[in-house]
């Protein structure tokens, strides 16, 4: 089993900052690659970016250039830095961690660019 905890959303204004962090615990030793999703009223939950247990990243082209993804192993965390954030990034963010034959989530954290 892997517990996933998301924190750092909330609301802020378009061209804005935020980072958003996942902290794993459990059976953290399977996990072979974690990322981010999002989902916005009305669409379909969709992959923002990974990043493997050895350190490759994944974007969504959306995001290349303005999110980067990090992780800091000591902490057993993922981290995701969003930056230049406009209205269209408003969302629901989950954190996917990926074991073996299974895909754990959290709980969601809730991202608004708003002025």
């Known amino acids: 089993q892997v517990q996933l905890v998301e924190s750092g959303g909330g609301l802020v204004q378009p061209g804005g900052s935020l980072r958003l962090s996942c902290a794993a615990s459990?059976?953290?030793?399977?996990?072979?690659?974690m990322g981010w999703y999002r989902q916005a009223p009305g669409k379909q939950r969709e992959l923002v970016a990974t990043?493997?247990?050895?350190?490759?990243?994944n974007y969504a082209d959306s995001v290349k250039g303005r999110f980067t993804i990090s992780r800091d192993n000591a902490k057993n965390t993922v981290y995701l830095q969003m930056n230049n954030l406009p209205p269209e990034d408003t969302a629901v963010y989950y954190c996917?961690?990926?074991?073996?034959?299974?895909?754990?989530w959290g709980q969601g954290t809730q991202v608004t660019v708003s002025s």
């Open positions: 996917n961690a990926r074991v073996p034959f299974r895909s754990y």
């Open positions: 990043i493997t247990s050895g350190g490759s990243t």
């Open positions: 459990g059976s953290i030793a399977s996990i072979y690659i």
